[in-house]
């Protein structure tokens, strides 16, 4: 198999380096070589957080070069805006519909662009969810990037129930059903929407 690229980039805080961990997992669950690798951000709290995950038959080395990846996972918007020149020509971009302020804007000196989405829609194949808001309505805001990987999920053409084994091991085991309900919402967002 050809290898494959997957970034997800975030702020800290947001579950960037969980997801990655769930991702690798799965993969690995399925039989592939696979290789992580993280980049954090100067603050612990509202950095920016980047993780690439590649697999394949045999993967060399972890990091995901420009205009290389297949999936772009982005679980706040102007994230997305920042690393989409990552993606491939054909490649996919997931994006949660969340807005955190940087820095630069909370103190004033540069605006939040408002036209984020278009600007990438004119590019890349745009896949766009209000992972947030679903969370929240099951109870639980620290589940939305879990409601993401349901979406990405059918992308990869791995089995559901590999992907609900590793989420089962990899999760706190209070949480364990929390993290399979909002991994089934991701899962129904995308087949509602013909995201596969």
């Known amino acids: 198999m050809e290898t494959k690229n997957i970034m997800i980039v975030g702020v800290g805080g947001q579950g960037t380096l969980l997801t990655s961990r769930i991702l690798g997992g799965i993969i690995l669950e399925s039989g592939?070589?696979?290789?992580?690798?993280?980049?954090?951000?100067?603050?612990?709290?509202?950095?920016?957080?980047t993780t690439f995950v590649r697999y394949g038959d045999k993967v060399f080395e972890p990091i995901v070069?420009?205009?290389?990846?297949?999936?772009?996972?982005?679980?706040?918007?102007?994230?997305?805006?920042?690393?989409?020149?990552?993606l491939k020509k054909e490649g996919i971009l997931i994006v949660n519909d969340q807005r955190i302020d940087p820095m630069?804007?909370?103190?004033?000196?540069?605006?939040?662009?408002?036209?984020?989405?278009?600007?990438?829609?004119?590019?890349?194949?745009?896949?766009?969810?209000?992972?947030?808001?679903?969370?929240r309505k099951l109870g639980n805001v620290r589940v939305f990037n879990v409601i993401v990987l349901g979406i990405v999920s059918r992308y990869l053409g791995i089995e559901?129930?590999?992907?609900?084994k590793v989420i089962r091991n990899t999760?706190?085991?209070?949480?364990?059903?929390?993290?399979?309900?909002?991994?089934?919402?991701g899962r129904n967002i995308s087949k509602e929407k013909n995201y596969d």
């Not at 070069?65 to 990552?86: Q, S, V």
């Not at 984020?116 to 679903?134: H, M, P, Q, T």
């Not at 559901?160 to 609900?164: F, P």
């Open 32 to 49: 592939y070589d696979v290789k992580l690798s993280e980049v954090h951000g100067m603050a612990q709290r509202g950095g920016s957080v």
């Open 65 to 86: 070069e420009e205009g290389c990846a297949d999936i772009l996972i982005a679980f706040e918007k102007l994230e997305a805006l920042r690393y989409a020149h990552f």
């Open 104 to 135: 630069p804007v909370v103190i004033g000196k540069e605006e939040y662009p408002k036209d984020i989405f278009e600007r990438l829609e004119d590019k890349y194949d745009l896949v766009v969810v209000d992972a947030l808001n679903e969370a």
């Open 160 to 164: 559901k129930e590999v992907w609900e």
């Open 171 to 185: 999760v706190p085991v209070k949480t364990v059903e929390l993290n399979l309900a909002a991994f089934e919402i």
